[in-house]
């Protein structure tokens, strides 16, 4: 596999810094009462997110969890609806119907963004048997949290997935914590690559199927693999991108069960800072061009926000659109 270009690299350092200036955002327009319901930020993950939607080939497709702004973003959402969307306006992607934790684009092939924990995994095994059924090249990217993996969905999805030979790369973001509580505290099999092994997952496909989530380039690199190798061998893959989120779980979460010393440890391995050094240390003369970029992320957030401000909220007639297809 040939290594990412310059072009490309300096490309996903834009698309890292936008999700993570639109979380700052976020929290201060959540703190400030402008977006109501839950609000799980993906500070600290951008690496994993843009690495996917990276790999991605024309038509995969992808499906998340809740935690979902940064891959939305990544899937190339137009991070003004996006933003509506969180304001909960009409000119959102889902119309202001779904907020943070519903963000979807049929024309991006991005199946969400949802609310219950594994609920999206039958929705991917669905979505691959599509493709299965009508001989279609198409591999679904399903991305769920640590926590997901103990959670019946997963089991069954796994499981349905091995017996009939589903398109599905499944891939765990594993952040180290399920909500507040510790990987090794809520799973049996703290490893979790190896609990595709009951189900009769491949588990070594000639690449590592755990990799460096805080590392947009080996995120590419192994998720790019995994989709050739489903896509070749017509059978699922369980992959674990190993990350880290800096932020709590959700915008209420008090964060007793870490220490500050934990996630300033973390922090000195931020994936922007990461692929910054990466850029300056191979191209000494794209620094300006890096700082560029940062503050022309702020202008385009800042002018998100003006326009979901500005947009209407979803009338009477949109609440009762689409209850039936």
């Known amino acids: ?24 955002k976020c929290a201060e327009l959540y703190q400030q009462g402008k977006i109501g319901g839950f609000l799980h930020l993906y500070i600290g993950q951008e690496a994993t997110g843009v690495g996917i939607a990276a790999a991605l080939r024309q038509n995969d497709h992808a499906i998340t969890a809740y935690r979902d702004h940064g891959i939305a973003l990544a899937m190339g959402l137009d991070v003004n609806a996006v933003m509506a969307e969180m304001l909960g306006k009409r000119t959102g992607v889902s119309g202001g119907k779904g907020g943070s934790m519903h963000l979807a684009s049929r024309e991006k092939n991005f199946w969400g963004g949802h609310g219950i924990v594994g609920g999206h995994l039958p929705l991917a095994a669905g ?57 090794d505290r809520a799973s049996g099999q703290a490893d979790l690559v190896k609990k595709g092994i009951g189900y009769g997952l491949e588990q070594d496909p000639g690449f590592s199927l755990s990799f460096n989530g805080m590392d947009v380039v080996e995120v590419h690199e192994a998720v790019s693999k995994g989709i050739e190798w489903i896509s070749r061998n017509g059978r699922p893959l369980f992959m674990e ?73 979803p009338t009477y007639e949109d609440l009762v659109s689409y209850v039936y297809a």
């Open 241 to 313: 991108s190993r990350t880290y989120r800096f932020q709590g779980h959700s915008m209420g979460d008090p964060e007793r069960y870490r220490t500050k010393d934990e996630v300033a440890r973390y922090a000195e391995g931020d994936p922007i800072g990461v692929l910054r050094n990466r850029l300056i240390e191979k191209h000494k003369s794209v620094q300006a061009t890096l700082d560029k970029i940062e503050v022309e992320v702020v202008d385009e957030i800042a002018k998100a926000v003006e326009f979901a401000e500005s947009s209407p909220v």
């Open 127 to 183: 979505i691959a048997l599509k493709a299965k059924y009508l001989e279609e090249d198409e591999v679904v990217v399903a991305m769920m949290g640590d926590g997901a993996t103990n959670i019946g969905y997963f089991h069954e999805s796994l499981n349905l997935s091995a017996v009939w030979g589903l398109p599905v790369l499944w891939l765990v973001e594993n952040n180290g914590y399920g909500m507040g509580t510790a990987v």
């Open 1 to 24: 596999m040939a290594a990412p270009t310059k072009e490309t690299m300096i490309n996903w350092y834009r698309q890292m810094v936008l999700i993570r200036r639109f979380e700052e």
